[in-house]
Nanobody, 127 residues
């Protein structure tokens, strides 16, 4: 499996931009590029919500409708790192953000299909 560590969260103002990172440690030797990667977020007391997913080669991306146009998922396979850029932050973006890895492309929002998860990074957006 792959170990994932998120970073880049913090307290920001509405309208600001933020770049979240997810560093992957593929201790097993399996290439990071073989994983489909996803971002989820969770507001305390609520269920995890799918945000975005990206294919192993980075050529395909998928977003939940509510974030299209403001969120951009990307990856740098040479650096074993996944990114999520959030523009025009809104107070409703406040959540813990998690990256996750799985073996196939598709069924993006089903978190049960993701094999590895990070511990999350907190994003708080003040109005």
């Amino acid at each position: 499996q792959v170990q994932l560590v998120e970073s880049g969260g913090g307290l920001v103002q509405a309208g600001d931009s933020l770049m979240l990172s997810c560093a992957a440690n593929t201790a097993s030797g399996r290439s990071f590029s073989t994983y489909t990667m996803g971002w989820f977020r969770r507001v305390p007391g609520k269920e995890r919500d799918f945000v975005a997913a990206i294919s192993g080669n980075g050529k395909n991306a998928y977003y939940t409708d509510s974030v299209k146009g403001r969120f951009t998922i990307s990856r740098d396979n040479a650096k074993n790192t996944l990114y999520l850029r959030i523009d025009s932050l809104k107070p409703e973006d406040t959540a813990d953000y998690y990256c996750a890895a799985k073996n196939f492309w598709g069924k993006h929002s089903d978190y049960a299909d993701y094999l590895s998860w990070g511990h999350g990074t907190q994003v708080t957006v003040s109005s």
